[in-house]
């Protein structure tokens, strides 16, 4: 794997102190504790009350606002105290940085939200997912052989935190992404993966003359169908029902686009191959594939590289057992190797994400 500038001088080499290196190494030893302390400080509203007392807070005070024990108090502050989210000064308690920033960057809370509601129980069972090649933790939730087909059973709290966190990243691309897509003009596309039709929606509000039809699973054409029949512009989108993991499932087709947006990382590479291929047959000399992906290697800072590998590992526990946040070479090797060529990668979409745009290779 080749990293560029600032991941390269972020992860080629150390650069802690011995003494900033044991204490990360005992903060992730604590995680668990940490994460539910600092999610609880924000959930019981002693983050937003400590950045909005100018003198800080004593701990009685924090215990009465909140409405909860001396004892609750303490332990939260004295946890918060020692993992950085708060300051202590003349018997005050004051917010941190870094808990200004649980009040003040939306992707934390979505980020913490999806944590909590639908990775933090599975993850225990994250050792026999990567041994088995299996969603071990999707247990908790239900028998389903991936998640997503249990999404429209998920608990309702579970269901929301994972919209919460798919929809967020790939709403903030949709503007750009659409003047990306419309730049060839099509009048038809083909959505594959298009859960609840929001890009769907997007395209046909964007062009009066687009036709659009969401290819994903039964399930997801029914919450589809359910989100959207309503409006008036969805008689130009058009449900598909398919199991892409079926090698026999083809592609409708020809159109002149194919939009896949965060839908080739529920996949392992051999699937991957295998959509990317029959997507190809289906296509012409005209058709405009476009894989619109979070590429973790691809990322300006290196925070948002972190964040994705992470990402990663609920895709092991909870979603399917084989996929991944994928490094941009490999998903590339896979495309070309299905006989695409990629024609033009746009980087810098949205919060993160990058587009590939494949035609097919006739040489
Ligand atoms: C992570 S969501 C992406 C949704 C949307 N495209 C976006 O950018 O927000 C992945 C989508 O792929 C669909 N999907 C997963 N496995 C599938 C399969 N085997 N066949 C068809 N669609 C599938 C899911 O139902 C879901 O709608």
Redesign the pocket.
């Known amino acids: 794997m080749k990293l560029e500038a600032p991941l390269k001088q972020a992860y080629e080499s150390d650069h802690l102190t011995a003494s900033e290196a044991q204490r990360m190494a005992h903060l992730i030893a604590f995680a668990p504790v940490v994460f539910q302390v600092a999610r609880l400080m924000h959930k019981f509203g002693i983050f937003s009350l400590l950045r909005d007392s100018d003198n800080g807070l004593t701990m009685d005070k924090v215990a009465e606002r909140v409405g909860i024990s001396r004892y609750a108090a303490q332990v939260l502050l004295e946890s918060s105290l020692t993992a950085g989210t708060v300051l202590l000064k003349d018997e005050r308690f004051y917010l941190s940085k870094t808990g200004w920033f649980f009040l003040t960057d939306p992707m934390i809370e979505v980020n913490m939200s999806f944590n909590h509601d639908v990775n933090y129980l599975g993850l225990f069972s994250l050792e026999e997912a990567l041994l088995n090649g299996k969603p071990e933790g999707l247990k908790v939730f239900g028998d389903w052989p991936?998640i997503?087909e249990g999404?429209s059973s998920l608990p309702d709290q579970v269901r929301k935190s994972w919209f919460g966190f798919?929809?967020f990243?790939?709403?903030n691309s949709f503007p750009q992404a659409l003047e990306v897509v419309f730049a060839h003009s099509p009048k038809t596309l083909l959505?594959?993966?298009?859960?609840?039709g929001?890009?769907s929606l997007q395209c046909v509000n964007h062009s009066p003359d687009v036709q659009v039809t969401i290819?994903?699973?039964p399930?997801?054409i029914g919450l589809m169908k359910s989100q959207t029949e309503h409006l008036p512009e969805a008689d130009r989108i058009h449900g598909y029902q398919?199991?892409?993991?079926?090698p026999e499932?083809s592609f409708p087709g020809p159109f002149d686009a194919i939009w896949?947006?965060?839908?080739l990382?529920?996949?392992s590479e051999e699937q991957v191959f295998s959509i990317v291929s029959r997507a190809g047959k289906s296509m012409t000399g005209n058709t405009r594939l476009f894989v619109?992906e979070t590429f973790w290697d691809r990322q300006r800072f290196e925070t948002s590289a972190f964040c994705l590998a992470q990402t990663s590992v609920y895709f092991t526990a909870m979603a399917n057992g084989n996929s991944k946040m994928y490094y941009s070479g490999d998903m590339m090797r896979i495309i070309e190797k299905a006989g695409l060529k990629i024609d033009k990668i746009h980087d810098n979409i949205g919060l993160g994400h990058s587009i590939l745009e494949c035609v097919k290779n006739e040489e």
Do not use: K, P
């Open positions: 991936t997503y999404l798919d929809h990243y790939s709403d959505d594959v993966g298009g859960n609840t929001r890009w290819m994903d699973l399930q997801q398919a199991d892409l993991l079926d499932t896949m947006s965060q839908f990382d529920c996949f619109m």
